[in-house]
């Protein structure tokens, strides 16, 4: 029901802009969250926003490089990466969470996409 879009293979210092989109599901009802996961971690919080969209939080290892962004009207919500390094390298995910405050947990999200690969490369 969630669909990632926009990985891809970069070098560093290099952006990307992931999107999510879903159908049967009005992002306006529900926080937006980005995780990531890495090969053999655990999938690990990048940051959310809330269903009103008036609070944003990120992960120390992104802040003041990554951004979210929701645009209701079109069910759409974004990631905007840059300054990209090797370390964010990861299959990312988007994930809705019936919570108005959304969470830092995997546990605090109802609804997850497949996923979308991240390459950085130095």
């Known amino acids: 029901q969630l669909v990632e879009s926009g990985g891809g293979s970069v070098h560093t210092g290099e952006s990307l802009k992931l999107s999510c989109t879903a159908s049967g599901r009005t992002f306006a009802l529900y926080a937006m969250g980005w995780f990531r996961q890495a090969p053999g971690k655990e999938r690990e919080w990048v940051g959310h926003?809330?269903?009103?969209?008036?609070?944003?939080n990120y992960a120390e290892s992104v802040k003041g490089r990554f951004a979210i962004s929701k645009d209701n009207a079109k069910n759409t919500f974004t990631l905007q990466m840059n300054s990209l390094k090797p370390e964010d390298t990861a299959i990312y995910y988007c994930?809705?969470?019936?919570?108005?405050?959304?969470?830092?947990?995997?546990?605090?999200?109802?609804?997850w996409g497949r996923g979308t690969q991240v390459t950085v490369s130095s």
């Open positions: 994930a809705a969470s019936r919570r108005p405050d959304g969470g830092r947990d995997v546990a605090a999200f109802d609804y």
């Open positions: 926003l809330s269903r009103s969209g008036g609070s944003q």
